[in-house]
């Protein structure tokens, strides 16, 4: 009990904190006079949704952070050498490895919000973790599952071997930060704020010209957003998620959020250079509580690029083409661990 009190102290001053920073910063306006979010920003970081295990707390001091971010860009330096031209053809297995990790981008650094270093984006609950329900974590299980062992077409995989979303949910809501290609561009107009979405060439546009969602039966890719200004605050709103859209996979990162769920998103502009951003997800066929999370997305150079993925791109071919080989010699067809 003592510890779960420490916990929550540490996140209301850690609220307090960023709300007098958030304060004491007043964002510029565009032509419409609404706060200007406009630009292009990121989320890369090293600080994941949930907590790692070698983290205890919400925040650590300044010392801390830049040792792990040292031990981190040592083992990224060492997955990045150049491959051995000695070394030989790999292992005959189902994953004979890849190459170096110099095409990986995810960020050098954890995450900072106002100063302070975040080990995880998750602040509520106070230990950092999803709060899975067991039929929820049935039903992650259970999708997962499906999706590492089934090949019988290209509706059956994931949406980002498809090219429909990104991998994990970079698209979202709620958008998080995966491997590379971290970027949001912002465009706002008098009655919509679209959000172009890096991986994978997504947009999301939100409405603000009224909140009433769309019929329940139209569930388009990332939802129905809706969206409001408190202040200098844009509240967006999401529901009517796409049934194919709940499992997004992502390494250790991967979640599942029911079609049933509603997201409601916050972002601040609190000083020239960061954007906080806050979400909510709202979710009882999946979690036990709503789950809150901040996530900072920083000023970053522009342009961005097109990500160039499109469907029937030769890994999907390839995937399809071994799992039939593989039915042709009788053998099962081994199952993808899409997430490590």
């Known amino acids: 009990m003592p510890r779960f009190r420490t916990a929550l102290a540490a996140l209301a001053l ?31 970081a090293i600080t994941g949704l949930e907590r790692p295990a070698n983290f205890k707390t919400l925040t650590i ?6 040792a792990f971010e040292a031990r981190r860009a040592a083992m990224r330096a060492a997955q990045d050498r150049p491959s051995d031209p000695n070394a030989g053809a790999p292992p005959v297995a189902n994953d004979p490895g890849g190459y170096n990790a110099a095409w990986t981008d995810p960020g050098t650094a954890l995450g900072r919000i106002a100063g302070e270093v975040r080990t995880s984006w998750i602040v509520d ?20 599952q499906k999706a590492r062992n089934s090949f019988d077409g290209p509706e059956s995989r994931p949406l980002g071997e498809r090219c429909i979303l990104g991998f994990g949910s970079t698209a979202g809501p709620p958008m998080l930060n995966v491997l590379y290609n971290n970027n949001y561009q912002f465009v706002q107009t008098r009655d919509a704020v679209a959000i172009v979405v890096e991986m994978n060439h997504d947009v999301r546009t939100i409405r603000l010209d009224r909140r009433e969602h769309l019929p329940a ?3 388009p890719w990332m939802g129905d957003s809706v969206g409001w200004w408190e202040g200098d605050t844009l509240v967006v709103e999401t529901t ?12 250790a990162a991967t979640i599942y959020i029911s079609e049933d769920a509603k997201v409601t998103e ?7 250079d960061q954007i906080l951003y806050e979400f909510t997800v709202d979710d009882p066929k999946v979690f036990t509580q709503v789950w809150k999370a901040q996530m900072p997305l920083n000023a970053a150079k522009g342009p961005v690029y097109e990500y160039a993925c499109h469907e029937g791109n ?3 071919p390839g995937i399809l083409a071994g799992a039939r080989l593989a039915e042709k010699e009788g053998r099962a067809v081994e199952s993808v661990d899409i997430t490590e």
């Open 14 to 44: 850690a609220a307090l904190a960023t709300g007098a920073s958030a304060q004491a910063y007043k964002a510029p306006r565009n032509a419409f006079g609404q706060p200007d979010l406009q630009g292009v920003w990121t989320n890369a």
């Open 61 to 66: 001091p300044e010392a801390e952070a830049k």
């Open 125 to 144: 609950p106070a230990d950092g973790k999803l709060p899975y329900s067991p039929a929820g974590k049935r039903l992650l299980d259970q999708t997962l």
């Open 217 to 219: 039966h139209i569930r």
């Open 240 to 251: 009517n998620f796409n049934p194919g859209e709940v499992l997004r996979p992502y390494f």
């Open 266 to 272: 916050r972002f601040t502009r609190i000083s020239a």
């Open 314 to 316: 030769y890994s999907l």
